[in-house]
């Protein structure tokens, strides 16, 4: 007698496209809450999720933009990440403020929003953040910055940016909160940019 396979039990070839992602985003943010972002590998959510690595990279892109539709961040934002280290580090603080500025406004979903919301929790989603801020921003910065006290300048642009992002978009301190990107940018660039390449005090 000839063996039969119901839809619901084949293969993970034969799963649809959506049953695919939703099984790789429900491996990921399994993957994420236990061993953390940089704990987690695309193979290994691959692994968990029953599908070669391949069809991660074709639903996702990268590992980051895994992780921006696991924790609900908009998908806009890894690839804007990208984007600051590729032009000039004397410029890099106008870059900063502009992409941080613009993606929170366009975005309903803005993570530093929610980091700074959840600073004094415990909250499994902030943690994540904040990892993912420590790897792709701040760990960039300090290795591109390439100075002895790097770390130190890393960590103060990270003061300067989640100050900005609590006094904006939660305090909603003026004139901060309703100036225009522009004139952020002008008016906060060259104190983000001073962190980077100033002078140290």
Partial sequence: ???TTSSAGRPGRWRSGAESKQRILDAARALFREHGYGGTTVRAVAAEAEVDPAMVFYF???K???FAEAV?????VPPAIDALFAGSLDTLGERLVRTLVSNLDASDRAPLVTLTRSATTHDESATLLREFIEREITGRLATLIATPDAEWRAGLVNVQI????????IARVEPLAS????ELVSRFGPVVQHCLTGAAG
């Fill in 1 to 3: 007698m000839a063996k």
């Fill in 60 to 62: 996702f892109g990268t």
């Fill in 64 to 66: 980051q933009g895994l």
């Fill in 72 to 76: 609900d961040m908009s998908t806009a």
């Fill in 162 to 169: 989640l100050g900005l992002a609590v006094a904006r978009y």
């Fill in 179 to 182: 100036a225009s990107v522009e």
